[in-house]
């Protein structure tokens, strides 16, 4: 099932405690979540991207629209594009096995090295996108991120 709404539309994501932040729908099903922490209703779409990106993540279908996030408008024309960057994918009984996933899904082994610092290829519900930010923003480590992060054998 596709995902509603289309690239450059600005999302809001709400943190809870009248606090939110935004992020940007890139080519389905990728999200860039910027570093926005507000009790503001921002209506400056270029202030929102404007702002540093905490992570890019692939969203399910349901992230967006009637029972997900709100669309409160779009990126301006002619900004700066958010690229999808690499993901990786590491073997569960093989840790060193371990394969970059670039935006269109190719697939290519690697070192553990290059893996470092990657985004694990991983569709994210919005309530754990929510929980993340919140966790970020709290100063402590995430548990669906740390189930996910990178195994160094």
Known sequence: MARKGKPADIVRIDLGAG???????LGDPFLAVYDLPTT??????????GRPILFVVAVNHRAVGRFGWP???????????VA???????????????????ADGNARPTTLLECEGLEPAAVWDLVHVTQRLRDHYAGRPNVHLERMRLRLP
């Open 40 to 49: 503001d209703r921002v209506t400056d779409m270029a202030a929102v991207v």
């Open 71 to 81: 669309i409160v408008g779009q990126a301006p024309p002619g900004g700066a594009a």
């Open 84 to 102: 999808v960057p690499d993901r990786f994918i590491q073997d569960v009984i093989y840790p060193s096995n371990c394969r970059v996933l670039d």
């Open 19 to 25: 606090w939110h932040t935004y992020g940007q729908l």
